[in-house]
């Protein structure tokens, strides 16, 4: 793509419902506008307020180049909408905000020690978190299958990366907190920013404390991977190592339960689990469609680094282009009937775990621990059922709900 003097057409100013409020995600309707902004030009400008405003990016195509184009946008500056017009601290030293090619450097032994081979020998170990978790659902009464799912991604990745299992529960609300600091649930008496503020300190203080003892006592976990790693002549620093392991912890909790989560909070009486059920075949491409369909992450951030054409439309140097990915994964010109949810839908190039060299590093360990999970709910358990109103999360990060109360029957 060229930059031109004078761009083709004209930008959308949005003036409809606040993409950035989180509460449009727990009460309102996101795709209903979404749909609005494709059938559109597309590309739209959204002013926050008298010195911030971003370019929203709601096709598949268009996210698809901006995420993969880290030339022309880079995420160093920052990658959530919290953060817009400020720059991430963190910029340079965790993967999640840092650009090829320090960021595949960085990578390198992280995405080797997730990749799938490696991952695949962690299967019994989380079939049987997995097992303790759903064991409570036959006994009659009430579970709330959401937050059980928000206690699978800490168990998994807490055992993968070497946490004491004592600090989950307390490690899991930390992190919540990160992401849905909005949400009543999570945000402490102070407010929001006191909320996030005093989360990141105590998951940091923490990781700092951690990383100290391990360094002395390494494992084949993955924090003794990041600790041992060595990039540009040296090891990662103690600053550079806390942070990654925040991203790895908040990667984890942010995607891998929201996909289960959707599929009982919305599908729970129109026959897909039956179906599911009697086809266990379709498994892979269910879960793959759980993925598309929830959009665990809501919007990744980007930053222009020079002027650019997207639409017709000229963006800046140093303009805010937000990605939209639930919109992404329902625009109609990528995935045929895009509204159906299709357990048997192929192909299915969906951007759950985003795209390009930021494809997140822990997607094998999410497919695995999904895919166990509906393996052994759906041989375990029939006769669903939906015991109380679910509630969605309060954020405009995370797509996902938080209550999801049903009851079954053991086989």
Not at 72 to 78: A, D, H, K, P
Not at 83 to 111: S, Y
Not at 123 to 136: C, H, K, N, Q, S
Not at 275 to 295: G, K
């Amino acid at each position: 793509m060229t930059v031109e003097d004078t761009a083709r057409g004209c930008p959308v100013h949005f003036s409809g419902a606040d993409l950035v409020d989180p509460f449009l995600y727990a009460d309102g309707d996101a795709h209903s506008i979404w749909r609005e902004l494709r059938e559109q030009e597309g590309l739209s400008w959204h002013q926050v307020d008298a010195e911030r405003g971003f370019w929203s990016v709601v096709k598949f195509a268009d996210t698809d180049y901006v995420m993969r184009t880290t030339e022309l946008f880079t995420s160093e500056r920052g990658t959530m909408l919290e953060l817009l017009g400020m720059d991430d601290p963190a910029g340079g030293k965790q993967l999640v905000v840092t650009d090829p090619p320090r960021h595949t450097i960085m990578q390198a032994r992280l995405k080797k020690a997730l990749a799938v081979r490696a991952v695949d020998k962690q299967r019994d170990m989380v079939r049987e978190l997995v097992l303790g978790l759903i064991a409570p659902l036959g006994d009659g009464g009430v579970f709330d299958f959401a937050q059980a799912m928000m206690t699978m991604p800490m168990a998994v990745t807490g055992r993968m990366i070497g946490l004491p299992e004592e600090d989950w529960p307390w490690l899991t609300k930390l992190t919540s907190a990160c992401v849905a600091a909005d949400d009543p649930e999570f945000q402490i008496a102070d407010g929001k920013d006191a909320t996030l503020a005093a989360a990141h300190r105590e998951l940091f203080v923490y990781f700092q404390d951690l990383v100290s003892y391990r360094r002395d006592h390494l494992s084949d976990d993955l924090l003794s991977v990041l600790i041992s790693t060595e990039f540009e002549g040296r090891h990662m620093s103690p600053s550079e190592i806390v942070a990654n392991c925040y991203s790895l912890l908040l990667g984890a909790n942010v995607t891998t339960p929201h996909a289960p989560n959707f599929v009982f909070a919305e599908f729970i009486e129109s026959g897909v689990l039956e179906d599911w059920t009697r086809h266990p075949e379709t498994t892979q491409t269910a879960v793959e469609e759980a993925l598309r369909w929830s959009s665990p992450v809501n919007h990744m951030l980007r930053y222009a680094t020079q002027d650019v054409v997207l639409r017709g439309t000229k963006i800046a140097a140093g303009d805010a282009v937000v990605t939209w990915l639930g919109s992404a994964n329902r625009d109609e010109e990528q995935f045929p009937n895009a509204g159906t949810f299709d357990i048997r839908r192929k192909p299915n190039k969906h951007l759950a775990f985003g795209i390009g060299p930021h494809y997140c590093v822990g997607h094998s360990v999410a497919r695995m621990s999904i895919r166990i999970l509906f393996e052994e709910l759906l041989s375990r358990f029939h006769e669903f059922a939906p015991a109380g109103k679910p509630e969605r999360i309060t954020s405009n990060f995370v797509s996902g709900y938080k209550r999801v109360p049903i009851t079954a029957r053991r086989r």
